[in-house]
């Protein structure tokens, strides 16, 4: 999947004030990069990722998913592309407490309508992958904050998704297991040839990356 944005603005009215969050930003994602952006609180990570991931829409410019412009797909097409040709990290993991780990993984396939038998081997495999098949029965709260991230990781991968977008994915998490996740986005980057797109302050996620971009005041400054 290729995406590009092309001068995508974003600004929000509050009060009497116009703010600008992302502002004429340029970026194409075409390869299964691993992919930073860097910048500090505040300076439109979150709102350029809600773009580029159809959760919002952009006051101007463009984002084109393989060359259409996302503005112009129904509602039912954009949840389509989200649930079965993204996977989504989040900072507070967004599992859902009253499921378990498994019941959370099958959760997007569920909503795909893959047969039930293949959401449970799938789940399972992908909870292997990342070292929980033996917490597959716990709910959110019996786990770990590393361990909560690892099924939202699995839960991501559940329709082998062509890019994981994720957003101060290390953000709750330790040093030690903040780098056994950073692992494992190198792994799905290298093993599935998926795209990686991470918000991040972490300098180790950075290290890693293929790409860097930095955002300041809504605008790409410089990449590496």
Same mark, same amino acid.
């Given at each position: 999947?290729?995406?590009?944005?092309?001068?995508?603005?974003?600004?929000?009215?509050?009060?009497?004030?116009?703010?600008?969050?992302?502002?004429?930003?340029?970026?194409?994602?075409?390869?299964?990069? $691993?992919?930073?952006?860097?910048?500090? =609180?505040?300076?439109?990570? =979150?709102? $350029?990722?809600?773009?580029?991931?159809?959760?919002?829409?952009?006051?101007?410019?463009?984002?084109? &998913?393989?060359?259409?412009?996302?503005?112009?797909?129904?509602?039912?097409?954009?949840?389509?592309?989200?649930?079965?040709?993204?996977?989504?990290?989040?900072?507070?993991?967004?599992?859902?407490?009253?499921?378990?780990? $498994?019941?959370?993984?099958?959760?997007?396939?569920?909503?795909?309508?893959?047969?039930?038998? #293949?959401?449970?081997?799938?789940?399972?495999?992908?909870?292997?992958?990342?070292?929980?098949?033996?917490?597959?029965?716990?709910?959110?709260?019996?786990?770990?904050?590393? #361990?909560?991230?690892?099924?939202?990781?699995?839960?991501?991968?559940?329709?082998?998704?062509?890019?994981? &977008?994720?957003?101060?994915?290390?953000?709750?998490?330790?040093?030690?297991?903040?780098?056994? &996740?950073?692992?494992?986005?190198?792994? &799905?980057?290298?093993?599935?040839?998926?795209?990686?797109?991470?918000?991040?302050?972490?300098?180790?996620?950075?290290?890693?990356?293929?790409?860097?971009?930095?955002?300041?005041?809504?605008?790409?400054?410089?990449?590496?």
């Amino acid at each position: 999947m290729r995406i590009k944005a092309v001068n995508l603005s974003r600004s929000f009215q509050v009060g009497s004030s116009k703010i600008a969050a992302v502002r004429a930003v340029n970026l194409e994602i075409a390869d299964p990069k $691993l992919i930073a952006i860097v910048g500090p =609180s505040g300076s439109g990570k =979150s709102t $350029l990722l809600n773009l580029i991931g159809l959760n919002d829409y952009p006051t101007s410019g463009q984002l084109l &998913i393989n060359d259409a412009d996302a503005s112009l797909l129904s509602s039912r097409e954009r949840r389509r592309i989200r649930n079965t040709r993204m996977g989504f990290v989040f900072q507070t993991f967004n599992l859902f407490p009253t499921l378990n780990a $498994l019941e959370n993984v099958e959760l997007p396939m569920s909503l795909a309508k893959r047969p039930q038998s #293949e959401q449970s081997e799938r789940a399972l495999n992908l909870l292997e992958r990342v070292g929980l098949a033996h917490r597959n029965n716990h709910r959110p709260k019996q786990l770990s904050m590393g #361990e909560m991230q690892r099924v939202a990781v699995a839960r991501a991968l559940a329709n082998k998704p062509e890019i994981i &977008i994720a957003d101060e994915p290390t953000g709750e998490l330790d040093s030690n297991t903040a780098k056994e &996740i950073i692992s494992l986005f190198q792994d &799905i980057n290298r093993e599935d040839k998926t795209a990686v797109l991470v918000a991040t302050h972490d300098e180790k996620i950075v290290d890693a990356a293929d790409k860097v971009h930095i955002i300041q005041d809504g605008q790409l400054k410089t990449s590496h």
